[in-house]
C-alpha cells in the first residue's frame, strides 16, 4: 500500500492477497490477563481494518524477569492466546527479550481477496461516517495510573478494549463502505484525518454524535489527559476548523489517543441505514453515524457541536 493504511497488502494471486500488521504496547491495567487480551485486540485490529480474515500471529515480548514472576507472563501470553483463539487465529510463535518494562502484543498475518480490500483513501464526497467504538481509552488509562478511575469505568474500558473489530469488519464488507480506517493511536481526528486527506476529500463531525465513554469528559476536565492525546491535539488543530461552542475537553477527547479502538467506517448515503442495521446485529459496542464526508479537496475537518 502507497498510502497510510493500517496493513501493508501484499497480492500473490488475481484472488488472494496477504496482510500484514504488528503492534505492541505497554500494560494499560494491571490484570495481566485483560492486558494480554487488549494487546491482542489492538493487533488484530488492523487486519480487520483491511476487510481481511487473520489467520496467524506471532508473539512480541519484551519483559522484566528478573523484576516480576514469570507466572505474570503466563497470563499475558494466555490472555493474548485466547483473544487469537476468539478471532480464529492460530498463535505460531514469537520473540521476547528481557527488558525492564513489559511489553506485548503481536505480528499478525491475515488473507484478503484484492478486490475486497477496504482501504482508507477511498471515501468520496456525501458518505455517512459511522464509529463503531466510544472513545476515552486513553484518557482513562492515564486516570488508571493516577488512581482517578472508578472500578466500574475500568472494567467498562475493558470491554470496549478487549471487543474484536471483527463484526464491524463483516458488517462493513457485507453492506459495502468505501473506505475504512481503525482508530487508535492518533485519535479520531488524526485518523479521519488520514482518512479524507489520502482520498482528496474533508470532512464534517458533529461533535454530539461522536460517542464517549461515561465518565471520561469530566475526567479529561479535572486534567487526567495522556501527553499522546495532548501531541495529537496539537497536530489536528491547524487541520480542524471547531465550531466555538466546541470546548477545549471536547476537542481534546476527540484527538485521545486509543488503543484497541472501534473503526472508522466511510458509507454511500443510499447503505447508511444497512450498515446500522448490520453493525446492530453484529454485536458492535456501538454503531455511531458522527457526521458525513464533503467536497472540500484540502482535507479539512468542521468540527460542529
Sequence with gaps: MNT????????????LAIAQTVDFLTPLIDDPYEYGQIAAANAISDIYAMGAAPLLALNIVAFPTEALPMTVLGEILRGGADKAREAGVRVIGGHSIDDKEPKYGMAVTGVVHPDRILRNSTARPGDRLFLTKPLGMGIISTAIKRDLAS??????????????????ARAALDVGVNAATDVTGFGLLGHLHEMIAGSGVGARLLCSQVPVLDGVMELARNGAVPG??????????????????????????????????GLLLAVPPHHAEALARALAEQGVPVVAEIGEVTSDPSGRIVVEP
Excluded at 497510510?4 to 484472488?15: G, H, M, S
Excluded at 472500578?151 to 464491524?168: C, D, E, P, S, Y
Design 4 to 15: 497510510a493504511d493500517d496493513a501493508a497488502v501484499y497480492r500473490l494471486t488475481p484472488e
Design 151 to 168: 472500578a466500574a469505568l475500568v472494567a467498562r474500558a475493558v470491554a470496549v478494549m478487549t471487543t474484536l473489530n471483527q463484526g464491524a
Design 228 to 261: 499522546g492525546t495532548k501531541r495529537n491535539a496539537a497536530y489536528a488543530e491547524p487541520l480542524t476548523s471547531f465550531d466555538a461552542k466546541v470546548d477545549e475537553t471536547q476537542r481534546l477527547v476527540l484527538a485521545d489517543a486509543q488503543t484497541s479502538g
